[in-house]
């Protein structure tokens, strides 16, 4: 099959009219690029807004297991100090109970 | 935009204007529009036949390209990416309005034949307008935008020989419909 084109058809096509340049047009598809940007600002706030209130829900929980974690570290924490060397112990000892707090915080959510 | 920025805008080539609206100038891409309305819009009222929903197809093909035009890889290629933007709406609207729109089942199923009455000349959008879509859709980018039969398969994401087939029996049918006395 050749991909000539036939000439009386072409010239028909060819003869026929174009819309005119309309502003009307323009400014329709202006407002519809302001209601897509007004769009997407709702879809952004409703976002954040559930991203926030999120927070706030997983807040509670992950204080809760915070806190539950350092009343069990802090006795420890307290007799490692008391020996030579205990402060870099401790340290190490409190980076290690936060991971697990994050962890377990995770975990009960 | 004061109206000297605007004339600007207006004399600058489209390559710089094309950038300024990836940029997110959103009065660059209505010098865009006001650009390229004339053949986009054309080429809705060719594929629908109804002027009013062209219109509204060709807004739709332009809203989706003031989206996605950061994907646009070159300027250069704007002209052909917004006919392909186009197609792809028209192409969702008809298949909202006649499913299915199947280019292989349509190879099998030719219409009724026409009235042989010569009375019954058509003019040419009556007569694209008598056409199977997929058909009219592969004619007016091979008649009217230009593209090759591979141009067209590679707009339509439709197989080369289906797209064949299309122009040339919708060729065949158009001559039938117009007439020979018009055409020749």
């Known amino acids: ?109 | 935009m004061r109206p000297a920025d605007s004339l600007r805008l207006s004399n600058a080539p489209e390559a710089q204007v094309i950038a300024l609206a990836a940029a997110g100038s959103d009065e660059a891409f209505a010098e865009l529009v006001r650009r390229r309305q004339g053949s986009l819009r054309a080429l809705m009222r060719r594929l629908c036949g109804d002027a009013a929903l062209a219109d509204d197809l060709a807004q739709q093909a332009f809203l989706q390209a003031w989206r996605t035009l950061r994907q646009l890889r070159s300027p250069g290629a704007f002209g052909g990416w917004l006919r392909q933007v186009a197609v792809h709406v028209w192409l969702r609207h008809a298949r909202l309005v006649r499913p299915p729109l199947d280019p292989i089942e349509d190879l099998d199923a030719e219409p009724a034949a026409e009235s042989p009455d010569p009375a019954a000349r058509l003019d040419l959008s009556a007569a694209l307008a008598q056409l199977k879509p997929t058909q009219r859709l592969c004619i007016i980018l091979n008649y009217v935008e230009g593209l090759s039969h591979a141009e067209v398969a590679a707009s339509t994401g439709w197989p080369l020989g289906a797209v064949k087939s299309h122009i040339a029996r919708g060729t065949a049918r158009l001559r039938r419909l117009l007439s020979v006395e018009v055409l020749s």
Request: negative net charge.
């Open chain 1, 1 to 109: 099959m050749t991909e000539e084109r036939d000439p009386h058809l072409a010239r028909l096509f060819a003869e026929a009219p174009e819309p005119q340049a309309d502003e009307a047009f323009v400014d329709a598809v202006r407002m519809g690029m302001a209601r897509g940007r007004r769009m997407d600002l709702a879809g952004a706030l409703a976002m954040s807004a559930a991203v926030g209130l999120t927070c706030v829900a997983l807040a509670g929980p992950v204080a809760q297991a915070v806190g539950q974690v350092a009343g069990q570290v802090a006795p420890v924490m307290a007799e490692l100090f008391d020996v030579p060397g205990g402060e870099i112990l401790a340290v190490a000892f409190a980076g290690l109970m936060a991971v697990s707090a994050m962890v377990l915080s995770r975990v009960r959510v």
